[in-house]
C-alpha cells in the first residue's frame, strides 16, 4: 500500500536535493514515519493518530514556517487529504509549485 504517493514524491525530491547529511537524514526520517502511519492505516488503525503525530511532527522540522498547513490534520482526517496537505507543504518548502510537480 503506498497511500501516501505524492508525499514521498515531494519527499525523494527534497531528498535527493538535502545539502548535507543532517537534511537527508531528517527526509529519511520522514519517510520511516510515512511508512508506519501507511501501516497503521492497514493493519492498526487504533494507531493511525500516534503515528500521523509523528508524520507531522518529523515534516514540521522539513517545511518550517509551512507547518501550520498540517495543524488541521488528525485521526479522523482521510488518507488522501493527508497525503495532499502534507505533499503542499513539502512542495513549497522545497520552492516547487505544487500544480506543476503533479504534471
Same mark, same amino acid.
Given at each position: 500500500m ?18 548535507d547529511?543532517h537534511?537527508?537524514l531528517r527526509?529519511v526520517?520522514?519517510f ?11 493493519a492498526?488503525?487504533? =494507531?493511525v493518530g ?6 507531522? #511532527?518529523? @515534516?514540521a !522540522?522539513l517545511v518550517g514556517? $509551512? %507547518?501550520? =498547513?498540517?495543524?488541521?490534520?488528525s485521526?479522523?482526517?482521510? #488518507?488522501? @487529504?493527508? !497525503?495532499?496537505a502534507?505533499? $503542499? %507543504? ?7 509549485r505544487?500544480?506543476?510537480a503533479a504534471?
Amino acid at each position: 500500500m503506498n497511500t501516501m504517493r505524492r508525499s514521498r514524491t515531494a519527499a525523494e525530491h527534497g531528498l535527493r536535493r538535502s545539502p548535507d547529511e543532517h537534511t537527508h537524514l531528517r527526509w529519511v526520517g520522514l519517510f520511516q514515519a510515512l511508512r508506519a502511519y501507511e501501516e497503521a492505516l492497514a493493519a492498526n488503525r487504533f =494507531a493511525v493518530g500516534d503515528r500521523l503525530t509523528r508524520v507531522r #511532527a518529523v @515534516a514540521a !522540522d522539513l517545511v518550517g514556517e $509551512d %507547518a501550520h =498547513a498540517l495543524d488541521g490534520l488528525s485521526a479522523a482526517t482521510p #488518507a488522501e @487529504a493527508v !497525503d495532499q496537505a502534507l505533499a $503542499d %507543504a513539502l512542495w513549497r518548502s522545497l520552492g516547487v509549485r505544487p500544480a506543476l510537480a503533479a504534471s
